[in-house]
């Protein structure tokens, strides 16, 4: 392709995505597609030769567009959110155009220096103390990841790193330590950093699905009386199923007494942190070793773009630390090379759609933004309360409200209640009109409606309370 | 910001990227500013106004800018490119604005089904043979440790994922063997997966860098008789200092008859084996459990795209799967959920890009490309052989060329030989003209030029041979 025709075709994607965020709502939220649907129409073998660029584009269009679930779709309720913004498109404009690699500050100096900018900025906005330094990984589970590792290495004087897991006489069993209503990550990690699952404590959460600090004391205890080593707390700030918030400060003081490493998840949720009315959730955060929160969920930021926290990055460095001569460079004592502060060697250059959002929003922008979906999440929740049929299966603290249909005395079965509910959320998901996930709390089947993305306002969650009202799977009911 | 906004930013922005192609070779490749530099432009703390995209965009010129390296410059001879083109940046925009996570199917089933279709075409463009199941991975890094991971639960019946490294009895001790000239990314893996770095085994080389099969063969016999598990081998497609060919064949068949698994990294090199005339490379390539190539690296698809395959994906979803309610979808058994084949759970819809780059090169064109840049290695290869004053140190395999200033019958010492060429890969560098890195092989501290800039030709090798023969360091000599 020359210039000329990409010059042409930029052009014409740019009006394209314009006019798609125009539109947007003109879309179904989740794709309408059955399995198979996309691959069928898509050759099993690649074009000999090379292909016009318009095909393309139409082929786009016409086979890919439709098997598209909509996460920028202002009525996109389910999961937690992907949200995006017109800067941090333009930013990732500029990011794949330069195609710089910010493994090391050599291969791009501004890609590290901007990087620990933003992060500083992100630092500040959040709240957490002076003293905790950041470094943008590509998602929580590698965030956490990263942090199991540290602890896993701490505990160990990094011996697992140099000898695995075979000391010289006796067994060296680690323990973590999460949540019933932790993230699948977790366990995710716990397996892959050798911990095995058996050594994972899942300490039982209260009324609230928080981690009650007694249950965990008590776990300790009774890991350290069987000659295992408690190594690493992982806390919920906003469990997935329900955004419950872990108790910090009471975790906190028990990680610190048994010399624990503490991580806190607060993958969604710590975007809240930057309004000064919901900073509380930050209380106790001054004692984690790691904190990971994802501005590609909540702050407006393509995804990848996860913000880590570590209390010493010396950990991080020397767990993660590799010095291959091919790597080498003369500034290496003088800079941060980021290839040592986690899993994977190559690393975009993500520092930028940060700056721009940040820069373009300001904080005051940014601070309106979440605060809104806070207030929406809020009405919503509201309107379940005061319909009989309705119920809040959790507390609101934030953004996501957990609710179902469970009519008051009506004495329907779990079973029957899943069924119906079960029913209202394929009814209201196919309708394209909006898109909400469902999850388990406590055994009960649950309806989860999270305001997050960008561009979602009370008329969005006004027509999804309407929808979910007024649907045919209830309606006989 | 408003679309209105957006698209007058965005045309700005297709015709200033553009205008960057265009010019690219005005830029220096090497950014040539000092540790903190840019740092020092930016302020301590984020802006509480939201600012204008103009000022943005304006720093970006004016402070970013100048320290990105740049990767996409066609004198850009550094480390293994990470190239890119047009097609892709296209795509790029379009991945950025639909902001889809592609983490399970109905999250959006055009992700997953054209991943699938795209990879499946790469197969066949490098010969795998068919079984052989494609996922999209960031990095090789991150490839190398899932195989890692397969190998690792595959040897212990899945166990060190459910109890960890603590069989009730017995140490389970695996050991994972590369060659001495292996890349980094191994032994990071080899920790993180809790082998710990004793348990890799440095299979020596041979004259030209490549693992002696004969003593693979003894490191496993002397872990057996020692009551260690051969666990997992990793053999080089290309090693990075001097892109030697591990013998796959005689490696296969050695893991085959000892039932350990294979892993063949090919980061850079798998590109060339869509050249007929390279295939060759793969033979024995049908021996192995998983292979990594990086269409990032060296087929012009922005990073991150990272080609994994494995001959049973069973092992990798058995490693990696996790089943929360959150995530449970009604299609689950009819469709690929790529969250269960790697680490992370989230995952950008990369496959768009590939598709675009293979549809608009077309086989043919990618073809014409790779063979180009080998074939102006060759040349250059050929200018160092010719020329007294230099020597070439590693065989050219393909697109790289190890060499080092060291005029015939001199007799300096290696000290003096590695001063030497260290002022004239600076002096090289800071010119901003083109950028070399360097290694050691065998102990000589060796310049690499690789050709593989999507857009370097002839007249840039030629232009660097110029520039490297009569450069300053070496002028007096």
């Not at 006489?169 to 932790?182: F, G, H, I, M």
């Not at 942190?273 to 984690?288: F, H, Q, V």
């Not at 500034?331 to 040592?340: A, G, I, P, S, T």
């Not at 561009?455 to 009202?469: D, F």
């Amino acid at each position: 392709m020359d210039i000329k025709t990409f010059r042409n075709y930029g052009h014409r994607f740019v009006d394209w995505i314009a006019d798609f965020y125009e539109n947007i709502e003109s879309y179904p939220v989740l794709s309408p597609l059955k399995p198979g649907e996309v691959k069928k129409k898509l050759p099993l073998s690649p074009p000999i030769e090379g292909e016009e660029m318009g095909r393309i584009f139409d082929d786009f269009q016409k086979i890919i567009l439709p098997g598209v679930t909509h996460w920028q779709h202002p009525s996109f309720f389910a999961y937690f959110p992907a949200n995006s913004s017109m800067p941090s498109v333009l930013a990732e404009m500029l990011t794949a155009s330069l195609g710089a690699q910010c493994m090391v500050w050599q291969t791009s100096p501004a890609g590290t220096e901007l990087e620990e900018v933003v992060m500083e900025w992100l630092r500040k906005m959040i709240g957490l103390p002076e003293g905790f330094t950041g470094v943008i990984q590509d998602t929580a589970s590698t965030a956490t990841l990263c942090a199991l590792l540290c602890a896993r290495e701490r505990s160990t004087g990094f011996s697992v790193n140099s000898r695995g897991f075979y000391p010289d006489k006796e067994a060296q069993r680690l323990a973590v330590y999460t949540s019933t209503e932790a993230h699948s990550s977790i366990e995710k990690g716990v397996k892959i950093a050798g911990f095995g699952r058996e050594n994972l404590r899942f300490i039982p959460v209260d009324e609230e699905f928080r981690m009650i600090p007694e249950e965990l004391e008590k776990a300790i205890e009774k890991d350290r009386a069987e000659g295992v080593t408690p190594c690493c707390v992982i806390a919920a700030l906003g469990t997935t199923s329900s955004l419950a918030l872990d108790p910090l400060r009471a975790i906190g003081e028990i990680t610190r007494r048994e010399g624990v490493w503490l991580h806190v998840d607060a993958a969604m949720a710590g975007s809240a942190a930057i309004l000064p009315e919901k900073r509380y959730i930050m209380d106790g955060a001054e004692l984690c070793d790691s904190f990971v929160f994802n501005p590609h969920k909540w702050l407006f930021t393509n995804f990848d773009c996860s913000a880590f926290f570590v209390r010493d990055p010396g950990h991080l460095v020397r767990t993660f630390s590799i010095n291959p001569e091919y790597l080498k460079t003369s500034v290496d004592m003088e800079v941060k090379n980021f290839r040592d502060w986690g899993i994977q060697l190559g690393r975009r250059f993500r520092a930028l759609k940060l700056w721009f959002v940040i820069r373009s929003f300001g904080v005051k922008g940014l601070q309106e933004k979440i605060r809104e979906h806070i207030r929406i999440a809020e009405e919503f929740a509201g309107w379940v309360r005061e319909d009989p049929r309705f119920e809040l299966v959790a507390p609101v603290s934030l953004n996501l409200v957990c609710f179902r249909y469970n009519p008051a005395g009506s004495k329907l079965s779990e079973d029957e209640l899943e069924r119906i509910n079960r029913e209202l959320l394929e009814e209201l998901n196919l309708s394209g009109k909006l898109f909400l996930t469902h999850t388990k709390l406590a055994g009960k089947y649950t309806l989860r409606l999270c305001t997050g993305q960008t561009s979602t306002s009370l008329k969005h969650v006004r027509e999804a309370w309407e929808r979910i009202r007024t649907a045919r799977a209830i309606s006989a009911m």
